[in-house]
Antibody, heavy 121, light 106 residues
Framework: QVQLVESGGGVVQPGRSLRLSCAASGFTFSSYGMHWVRQAPGKGLEWVAV????????YYADSVKGRFTISRDNSKNTLYLQMNSLRAEDTAVYYC??????????????WGQGTLVTVSS | DIQMTQSPSSLSASVGDRVTITCQAS??????LNWYQQKPGKAPKLLIY???NLETGVPSRFSGSGSGTDFTFTISSLQPEDIATYYC????????FGPGTKVDIK
């Protein structure tokens, strides 16, 4: 069965960096676009970034563009999110999610359990 | 950027009631719209894709309709396990979620 397991969350000071990882299993990782979606405490869902199945294209929400970088290693079935220049408003649970359509970026069929990132001094 | 709005922001209904949520896009998105259910403390779950297609395994009491800018999500007979927040999400231009609709039992 499809499994997505995020790691790397924690408490970090404003302006610092953090890298999240998402280990995927149970499907052909290299065939699907992958997303990061976040949810601030008590708030709604915010799409953060998507990477094409082969890593050839990456797109970001305006709120993180220029600070966050999405990447993937298809040989390791792992998705990453490098977060730089972190701000208090980046505090959220970060979810890794697999697209529901092969070689597309349309929506999220499978989600990880999420990892909490807290940006605080 | 495409903005998504949902109404109502919250609702209370009785078990067995028909529940309807609307989602509006700031521009024409054809049928490029999905609906998700999120229960407290859990990851979201895809219910409806491409505006009206039921995801595999999702009960048939859930349905979606619409195209262009106006969309509707319906629970035909509300069940206690349907207590959750529901989000629409467009994918015509990148991806954007609506603000969510919280559904409670009266």
């Amino acid at each position: 069965q499809v499994q997505l397991v995020e790691s790397g969350g924690g408490v970090v000071q404003p302006g610092r960096s953090l890298r999240l990882s998402c280990a995927a299993s149970g499907f052909t990782f290299s065939s699907y676009g992958m997303h990061w979606v976040r949810q601030a405490p008590g708030k709604g869902l915010e799409w953060v970034a998507v990477i094409w199945y082969d890593g050839s294209n990456k797109y970001y929400a305006d709120s993180v563009k220029g600070r966050f970088t999405i990447s993937r290693d298809n040989s390791k079935n792992t998705l990453y999110l490098q977060m730089n220049s972190l701000r208090a408003e980046d505090t959220a649970v970060y979810y890794c999610a697999r697209d529901f359509r092969i070689a597309a970026r349309v929506g999220m069929a499978y989600w990880g359990q999420g990892t909490l990132v807290t940006v605080s001094s | 950027d495409i903005q998504m709005t949902q109404s109502p922001s919250s609702l209370s209904a009785s078990v067995g009631d028909r529940v309807t949520i609307t989602c509006q896009a700031s521009q024409d998105i054809s049928n490029y719209l999905n609906w998700y259910q999120q229960k407290p403390g859990k990851a979201p779950k895809l219910l409806i894709y491409d505006a009206s297609n039921l995801e595999t395994g999702v009960p048939s009491r859930f349905s979606g309709s619409g195209s262009g800018t106006d969309f509707t999500f319906t629970i035909s007979s509300l069940q206690p396990e349907d207590i959750a927040t529901y989000y629409c999400q467009q994918y015509d231009n990148l991806l954007t979620f609506g603000p969510g609709t919280k559904v409670d039992i009266k």
